[in-house]
């Protein structure tokens, strides 16, 4: 399966409202979760299932969507916030991640 | 609280061996499935491999199919990745990331709740 973000760069501002879109080739249902990466660290579970936060997520991130289109949402960005989100489908046991969004600085 | 440490990395020669291994701690061991994932340089993940908490359930991405082999060893709690002839495009931080499913047959395997530091991998002559 497939999968591709849009954008794969992202300038945004402090205070910014930010949308990734992650579409698969295939239907995934719900089985989509959302990482965070930061320079020279491992990436960080942000969501699962489409829209879960594990706790310690901040409320400010949110994920929706099914099937084959999904999205991730900061409604206020904030400093900690820039960095590279990958979606990744888990619908099989052959896991894969999209390309990747480098969300800037403005 | 969840840790795993990767060990193993270094520089090898293409078509050299090199074996990896990641030592958890923090939950029990034999309850999730334990996974590979690596990055080469400044690009994104891929899932290399995977195998299942109990019984012996294991799975390839077809990039390494043939060519790496994943064991664990429940009473040490370390996972392996052994790694034959290399390629330049093996080149990659290897993470050894814990699964939030079993991986029982083909179902239970998710997403991944926990993350080594990762260990780099380098094949160059």
């Known amino acids: 399966i497939q999968m591709t973000q849009s954008p794969s760069t992202l300038s945004a501002s402090v205070g910014d409202r930010v949308t990734i879109t992650c579409r698969a080739s295939?239907?995934?249902?719900?089985?989509l979760a959302w990482y965070q990466q930061k320079p020279g660290k491992a990436p960080k579970l942000l969501i699962h299932k489409a829209s879960s936060l594990p706790s310690g997520v901040p409320s400010r991130f949110s994920g929706s969507g099914s099937g084959t289109e999904f999205t991730l949402t900061i409604s206020s960005l904030q400093p900690d916030d820039f960095a590279t989100y990958y979606c990744?489908?888990?619908?099989?046991?052959?896991?894969?991640f999209g390309q990747g969004t480098k969300v800037e600085i403005k | 609280e969840v840790q795993l440490l990767e060990s193993g990395g270094g520089l090898v020669q293409p078509g050299g061996s090199l074996r990896l291994s990641c030592v958890a701690s923090?939950?029990?061991?034999?309850?999730?499935?334990m996974n590979w994932v690596r990055q080469a340089p400044g690009k994104g993940l891929e899932w290399v491999s995977g195998f299942s908490g109990r019984g012996t359930n294991t799975y390839y991405a077809d990039s390494v199919k043939g060519r790496v082999t994943i064991s664990r060893d429940n009473s040490k709690n370390t996972l392996y990745l052994q790694m034959h002839s290399l390629r330049a495009e093996d080149t990659a931080i290897y993470y050894c990331?814990?699964?939030?499913?079993?991986?029982?047959?083909?179902?239970?395997?998710?997403?991944?709740?926990?993350w080594g530091q990762g260990t780099l991998v380098t094949v160059s002559s």
């Open positions: 923090g939950f029990t061991f034999t309850d999730y499935a």
């Open positions: 990744q489908q888990y619908n099989s046991y052959s896991r894969t």
């Open positions: 990331a814990k699964d939030t499913g079993s991986g029982v047959g083909a179902l239970g395997w998710y997403y991944f709740d926990s």
């Open positions: 295939q239907s995934v249902s719900n089985w």
